[in-house]
Structure formats: structure tokens, C-alpha cells
């Protein structure tokens, strides 16, 4: 017998992840999301994943558009990823943050840790999401020492830190 969905999801809040936009291009303009399911499937041909809640509205624009874009989020993105994760319009979501685009067309943002740019190559239903494939044709990856990557948990943001940023960890 499966477990309750109730006593899936308070475990799964437990389960920090990084914080990523997936955008893509579409012929009414962008669109994106935020999205903490996202890892990497293969290095060669490099594949990574990523998981859509099938209803939400960038779900179609996804699959119509056959390429998008992860963009890793630092802690300096945070207002990015709660204006991904609302209700606002793409052109209110798109409104903030330096955007470009690499091979396919996808949203790249410029602040973001790295961007992934992807054709999809697949797409499997899963319960009420998506499970995306992407074959990466283009990465970005800043080089800002300073810039740390933004995680999520138990309804909360953070960063990791390393034992050496606080030495009393007594790892």
C-alpha cells in the first residue's frame, strides 16, 4: 500500500535542493517556473533531468517549444525564484533579471551560477508531473567566488556551508 500523499510531502520538505528557473522560448514569448527537481542523467552525451507539475502553465510551453533552459540561482537570485514559484504572468515573471539566450533560444539569465541550455529528447508522464530530458547543448558557469548557490528546505532558503565556514560544526 503506497504511503499517504500527506506523509510523502512532509518528508520531501526535509529534502533540500538547489533552486533552479527552467525557461523556455514560446511564440506568445517566454515562459518559466521554478523548479527543485532537476539532476544529471548522463555526461556523455551530457542529459540532465528535470520534473514539471503537468499543470502548471509553463508545462505546454515546454513540451510545444522542444528546448529549454536551467538556471542554477544563487542566494543574490532569491526574488528571481519566488516571482517563478507565484501566480504572475510570464511578462511579470520575465521582468526582472538580466536575460540572453545561448544555441536553442531558451531564457538564460546572466546572474544565474549556470545555465544549462537544452534541446528536450524526451518527456515521461509521472503521477501529476513531467519528467523532462534534456540533451545540453550550450553551459555557462560564473566565476564569482562570492556568489553562493540558493537551496530550498522545509519551506525555507538557505546556502551550504562547508565545515570550514563554521569550524564549531564538529565535523
Known amino acids: 500500500m503506497a504511503v499517504a500523499s500527506d506523509a510523502y510531502k512532509a518528508g520531501m520538505r526535509r529534502l ?3 533552486v533552479t528557473l527552467i525557461t523556455t522560448p514560446g511564440a506568445a514569448g517566454p515562459s ?3 523548479a527543485t527537481a532537476v539532476c544529471s542523467v548522463s555526461a556523455d552525451p551530457p542529459i540532465l533531468l528535470c520534473c514539471v ?3 502548471s502553465a509553463s508545462h505546454a510551453a515546454l513540451l510545444e517549444a ?3 533552459a536551467v538556471n542554477v540561482l544563487s542566494t543574490a537570485d532569491r526574488p528571481l525564484s519566488d516571482r517563478f514559484a507565484g501566480r504572475l504572468t510570464p511578462a511579470e515573471k520575465f521582468a526582472e533579471g538580466e536575460w540572453g539566450v ?3 533560444g531558451s531564457p538564460v539569465l546572466a546572474s544565474a551560477l549556470a545555465a544549462f541550455d537544452c534541446r528536450l529528447v524526451q518527456a515521461v508522464d509521472a503521477g501529476t508531473h513531467a519528467v523532462l530530458f ?3 547543448q550550450a553551459v555557462t558557469v560564473a566565476d564569482d ?3 553562493h548557490g540558493l ?3 522545509d519551506g525555507g532558503y538557505g546556502r551550504f556551508a562547508t565545515p570550514s565556514d563554521d569550524i564549531d560544526q564538529g565535523f
Open 16 to 18: 533540500a535542493a538547489g
Open 32 to 34: 518559466g517556473l521554478t
Open 53 to 55: 507539475n503537468r499543470g
Open 66 to 68: 522542444g528546448v529549454f
Open 102 to 104: 545561448l544555441e536553442t
Open 134 to 136: 534534456g540533451e545540453v
Open 145 to 147: 567566488p562570492e556568489l
Open 151 to 153: 537551496l530550498y528546505a
